[in-house]
């Protein structure tokens, strides 16, 4: 094979058919650039997002460790500290629940008091709690408002485990935190 034949092969090979003759590489390119920029400006946005994140929660830290540092250096100031009822003062307790029940025209049905039991928490400290079970009869606004009324309750440490809500009735499980006698 000479030079001239390959020369032609060549020529051959490099000359499109007429119809791609105006065909431009150019469209296809602005197409994939535009989609490498959808790709990596969506991968900026995520991780702008994430160090949003991040900046948020290093702010909370920094806070709450501030404020740990104030506590500390100023012991006069005055911090209130939940004081849970003592173990003596469970049927008060109760009692104080249904109370809340019948303001808001909740009848009750039954209530038995189930167990008691410990939860241990972060901090290695035991919390002692009983477990009370109450049936109650009435519209679900009452229920619901009475259980919202229970949970914020002041000067009490009171968690709703269960509810069950019928039609006009309605069964709850407490979990209402104390402190025996001897552990002041």
């Known amino acids: 094979m000479g030079i001239k034949q390959q ?4 020529k051959r090979i490099l000359n499109f058919p007429k119809e791609y003759k105006n065909f431009s590489l150019a469209p296809i390119l602005v197409c994939l650039s ?3 920029l959808i790709l990596v400006s969506s991968y900026c946005i ?5 160090l949003e994140r991040l900046e948020d929660e290093k702010n909370k830290v920094t806070e709450v460790l501030s404020e740990s540092a104030m506590l500390e250096s100023s012991p006069s100031m005055d911090v209130k500290v ?3 009822p003592k173990f ?3 049927p008060m307790v109760i009692e104080e629940c249904t109370d809340i029940f019948a303001e808001e025209n909740v009848r009750l049905l039954s209530f038995n008091l189930e167990r008691f039991g410990n939860e241990s928490s972060e901090k290695l400290t035991i919390l002692k709690y009983a477990v009370v079970r109450m049936k109650v009869l009435g519209s ?3 229920i619901l408002r009475g259980l919202n009324n229970i949970e914020t309750l002041p000067d009490q440490m009171i968690k709703v485990d269960e509810t069950l809500l019928e039609r006009e009735r309605g069964e709850f499980l ?7 006698p001897n552990n002041p």
């Open 174 to 180: 407490f979990r209402i935190y104390y402190q025996e």
């Open 34 to 36: 535009l989609i490498a």
């Open 140 to 142: 679900w606004e009452g």
């Open 88 to 90: 003596e003062e469970l």
């Open 46 to 50: 995520f991780f702008w997002e994430k």
């Open 7 to 10: 020369y032609f092969k060549a």
């Open 82 to 84: 939940l004081e849970m």
